[in-house]
């Protein structure tokens, strides 16, 4: 475990330093603070007459999981993988007295930490612009339960992004290829009837499952089969070509 963790700190350390991803975080925070501004000049143009208010967090939840931080996570892995394969840093990590599993689940696992900050800086921007357009806090504690359950399919998402990475040596090659497999995989269910049952892509709103209506429990468990049976066969075949690798 230790190992593991101070592989996994080397690889937050990394990520901190990226700039890119605090501007990501910026081009969120200013869709969210346009969307709030297209309401105010629609109430302006109509002289209050119509006044748009909604839950901006949960409104501004579809963007966030479905393509701000799928994206962040398909730049992370191939920072993490191909380019430091590209860059011959990657033979640094396995040098340590660290065993490439850990290596690879120290990667996916700060893959997933930085999801997680993405969500909760969007969750608390929506929520900040939703109080000062004067919806106060209301329905916060909802919100937040969406947010943190939407981030189990992304850690599918980032598998998805680590197995295509493990496979090429090329970081450019890889952020196309990730962003086009995902694509594909997420709008397939209107090309091809009856996919998107199972794709994990298609469960990005995992909250839904859980908040509002019940669905009957045998379908709940099939959902949820299919969620973890990807997260688990796309760690276990990124492994196994990761482990049989040379680098």
Known sequence: MTGF???LNDE??????????FVMLLIGAAVCVI??????LIARLTGGAVVVRSNMPLEMLPFAVELLVPIMLFMAVTDMFTSEYAADTLKACLLKPVTRLKVL???AAAAIVLAAVSMLAMYIVCLIVQAVSGGGFSQWAPALAAYLIDLVPL???????ILINVCL???SAAMLLSLAVY???KYMGYYVSGSESFLFTSY???HSLFLGAALPFDMLIYKIGIVAGSILILFSVSYIIFDKRDI
């Open 5 to 7: 963790m101070l592989a």
């Open 12 to 21: 937050l350390y990394k990520l901190r330093h990226r700039k890119k991803y």
């Open 35 to 40: 969307r709030w501004g297209g309401s105010a």
């Open 105 to 107: 689940s120290a990667k």
């Open 155 to 161: 850690a599918g998402v980032a598998l998805l992004g």
């Open 169 to 171: 040596k090329g970081p």
């Open 183 to 185: 694509a594909v995989m």
């Open 204 to 206: 990005a709103k995992w």
